[in-house]
């Protein structure tokens, strides 16, 4: 194993009933990659974020992070260890303003105990959201008074992005990132998420867009009927090749290749 | 596969090119450029301040007609006192509904809360122990519902219907039906008949329970996760606040709310009478609703809530003072419960589109 691995998933399987969402995959996520992850309608793209993001457990197979076999599950444990998730319909409360979202659920407080106890630190929370907003070139109005339903789509995905990696200091997963964004909100994200991958973070990230994908990753997983179909380097490979790979067109790897890349 | 570029999502500047220097030439079957925004803000406006412009004309009117008796600050001392022990019960129940949970069950609560405290003192217990004991039932009452709704997952409606039963029913095993009366001291109808420094203790008592909720939902964390979980349970859960436990807090402080308004009802009463609390719950409903359209659009707050109870208070008080007959009052406070949600309805939708 190479000695930058982040996190390693070894052989995991997961079914839901009789089907089968993920079988047997195998994936090394060194430190710095940004991995495009593609895939048709019910490759297995969701559920393998999932179980990233401690959503689900695996069925069987390992997660080992660092060098450590590590249980995800549940997503709260996932987010101890470091690992955030953008999911598509953001996660944001629309009535919160920026700043309120980036700590929810770690608000800032005076005082220790119970919740009912613990007075609530809005300024601090304001000031320390508006520097984490700074800090990612981020420039958004009213961070700490305009509700994020009054917001843009584009500001709103930045500021979950923002949130994520604020709080993932390890991985951070993006479910569709630019999704039901317009071109010029889309560019944004992407600068986002290019500025991220700059500073160190380690992205995966869900995609239907090739395109965009391109502009950011330097790795591509190709997902099929719940097998990893292909591992590829962004600058060895090509958008005809992947689109291949995704519609089945080219063969996935044989069990035995996924073994040896394993 | 590979999607085709997406067009912009703001309409390109040509588009619009042709009109400006040009008259506006408002064209048939189309709305001229600005109505709708003019009518979404129109929307907002009574969305936000609906409940309030009624009251504020309410005053008014009744001021106009009845300058002798309605606008008096004798009145006015009336009107508040007389909403006093409604106004905390409903304050209470606006907590769960800030959570986006029902609670059918604070009326019953108040009831068999009001007659257990007399019960209780009638058997020789001290007022402040029997006063301490139903307002922790009342506590308790409150985490049943919400360790029901939450750990077992019943819908809230049906799990408060259900537990407002039980409470009847223990309210009856303990009653018979029959009122009871108290057999000592006056001490205890002071609580609620009293004054300090001309301050009825019932609005002491209710400024006190107002601004210990809003303190707790707007400056405590307990509170921004009641919040939070109102909006999406599931933004909350992934963000790690402990959904379960904010349900179960803000169940159980709109039924300790609704076990004071029960113990103030039977002080005020003097006895402890078996259905005296049950119609707290229309009330109290009824006011949260008014409230969510007071101030923030569609969103339910203790403000709101008090300026809800308010609203019915001063009209029901008006249209009796200028001798309009009893079902005008419920015709009025039917209609402005069914007007003033669908304003506040209304006005988030826009306010989101």
Redesign the interface.
Known sequence: MARDTLLSLRRICRSFGGIQALDTVSLDIARGDIIGLVGDNGAGKSTLIKILAGAHDPTSGEVILEGQARKLAP??EA?RLGIE?V?Q????????TAA?NFF????L?HGRG???????RRKSMGDTAIKGLDELHIDIPGVRTKTV??MSGGQRQLVAIARGAFWGHKLLLLDEPTAAL????SREVLELIKRLGAKGLTIVMVT????HLWQVCNRVVVMRRGRKAADLSSSATN?EEV?AY??GAKEAMTAADMEAGA | ???A??????PLPETAAPAEGALPVAQAGSLPPGTHDRRALLMRLLGTYGTIIVLALMLAIFSVLQPGTFATIGNFRNIINDMAIGTIVAAGLTVPLVAGDFDLSIGYVASFCGLLAVGLLSSGLSIPLAILLVIALGTIIGVVNGLVVSKIGVNAFIATLGTGTIVVGLNYAYSGGIPLQLTQSREFTRIAIGRIAGVPHLVIIMAVVLALLWV?LN???????I??IG??P???R?????VD??RI?AFAIASTCAAIGGVLMASNLGSGQVTAGDSFMLTSFSAAFLGSAALREG?FHILGTLIGVLTVAVGNNGLAMIGAPIFTQFLFTGTLLVVAVALGGIGRRF??G
């Open positions: 997503p709260a987010q998730t999911y319909d953001l996660s944001l409360i629309g009535t919160f309120e929810l659920g770690r608000e407080a119970p919740a009912l106890l613990r007075w609530i339903e009054r317009g071109v010029r909100e239907h867009n090739l395109d958008m689109v995704i519609t | 596969m590979n999607r570029v997406m067009p912009a999502d703001h707790i400056r405590t964390v307990q509170g921004q996760h919040k939070a909006v999406s599931e933004s909350a992934r963000a790690g606040v402990a436990r904010s807090v969103q306010a989101r």
